[in-house]
């Protein structure tokens, strides 16, 4: 099983980005998929988590919350993060993982994919 972020890069506050998740190995609809980041200098963190298909529910941290959208495409077998009015505190390393349990917790996350990194500028 192999994840693939991707979609980061440079944006000015305010701005927005689009990160991909694409899975080799693994039909990411039948599981749960998150985004987590680590900042310089700081634990990684929850982002976002969208549950398989069966359910699709979402849920979003506090602080992303109302600004970043997670969704799926299933025949393309990928899951995005959608993320508005960027603001310099989210410049991170993004990483998507999949997992069985819906879950906040990184370790309950059974792949990860290897970051992508996102610069908001002020």
């Known amino acids: 099983v192999q994840l693939q972020a991707s979609g980061g890069g440079l944006e000015q506050t305010g701005g927005s980005l689009t990160l991909s998740c694409a899975a080799s190995g693994r039909t990411l609809s039948a599981y749960h998929t998150a985004w987590f980041r680590q900042a310089p200098g700081k634990d990684r963190e929850f982002v976002a988590t969208i549950s398989s298909a069966t359910s699709e529910d979402s849920y979003y941290a506090d602080s992303v919350k109302d600004r970043f959208g997670i969704f799926r495409d299933i025949a393309k077998n990928t899951v995005y993060l959608r993320m508005n009015s960027l603001k310099p505190e989210d410049t991170a390393v993004y990483y998507c993982?999949?997992?069985?349990?819906?879950?906040?917790?990184?370790?309950?996350?059974?792949?990860w994919g290897q970051g992508t990194l996102v610069t908001v500028s002020s």
């Open positions: 993982a999949s997992g069985s349990v819906y879950s906040i917790r990184s370790g309950d996350y059974n792949y």
